[in-house]
């Protein structure tokens, strides 16, 4: 019995396949698709590149120098622990997870100094009376300078002495508490950790750092000259990523230099190769089930994870 012979079209988009692949060209779809990306990073790279090349030249402004509105007096009243936590406002209401977070932090005996940033007129800004009334202190500022710059500010309107066990640096890109019982565990691991600095990640790409959205410092970096200098000399980035790079990455691997320790309470979990390795947003899901009690609003805001995502945050929150 013979092999039934390919139609014609068959055999002709056969030959059609392999003689394109000899082609010296691809279609007009494919390159249309890859010049995209291609000018996607080399905008992403030249954006970069200008904010770090102007650094050289024209040396960014201290944090402290934003412009900005004290809503509530600092207290510098002696407490154990202390949280700078910081939000952007695009509105002129608070996040309500911030407002939640917040709440959350204050019934575990964290005092709070809330900074908001905001390009907005700062005298627009809506503070909740019955939350300000909890608050250490709460700072208004210019957009300037992002998270690291906004702790920065505040920072520099404390007394450090006065903060004694603890400094918590919190920002608003992780949604929740999401789970109260999982909340309470995470900040008695926190509290028991032995090491100088305590983040709730790492990120290995691309060297081992704590991610930067919650972090917290104990009492021997707290009260050093190498934390005190440190936060005194933040300037306000022009761009986000100048921020990554010379803040959030290089924090842990200079403190450690340094003789300080660095440790996060949760346990690194994927097992992809680089840039693939960013727990909060590949394993978020992973985390949720050990306790981890937050979702990271980038995840939200993923095409294909945001979905499922939006199954287990409250819609308030979304």
Known sequence: MTREQPSLRRRWKAFRKRLLGFAPFIRRSRHERAIARINKHVDYLRQTNEGMGLLFFVPPPLANTAPCDIRVPFSNAPIEELCLFVTYAANAELK?????????????SVHVVLIVNTDLDRASMQIPPELARRLYGCLV???????????????????????RSRLYLVNDSIIGP????HYATMLQRVRASPA??????ANPDPHEHL???????NEGLLHSPTFDALMHNVVNMPHKQNVIDCYEIWLSPFLQKSGFTASAIFPKLS?????????????????LDIGFPF????????????????????????
């Open 96 to 108: 309500s997870h911030v407002v939640d977070h917040v709440n959350a932090l204050l019934d575990a």
């Open 141 to 163: 500022r210019q957009n300037l300078g992002f998270d690291f710059a906004a702790w920065a500010h505040a920072y520099s309107l404390i007394d450090p002495r006065a903060v």
């Open 178 to 181: 999401l789970d109260l019982a």
């Open 196 to 201: 100088d600095v305590v983040g709730l990640t």
């Open 211 to 217: 991610q930067s959205f919650f972090l917290v410092f």
């Open 271 to 287: 097992t992809l190769p680089p840039p693939q390795r960013n727990d909060t947003l590949i394993s978020w899901r992973a985390l």
């Open 295 to 318: 979702v990271k609003s980038m995840v939200l805001r993923d095409p294909i994870e945001g979905e499922a995502a939006r199954h287990v945050v409250p819609q308030k929150y979304q």
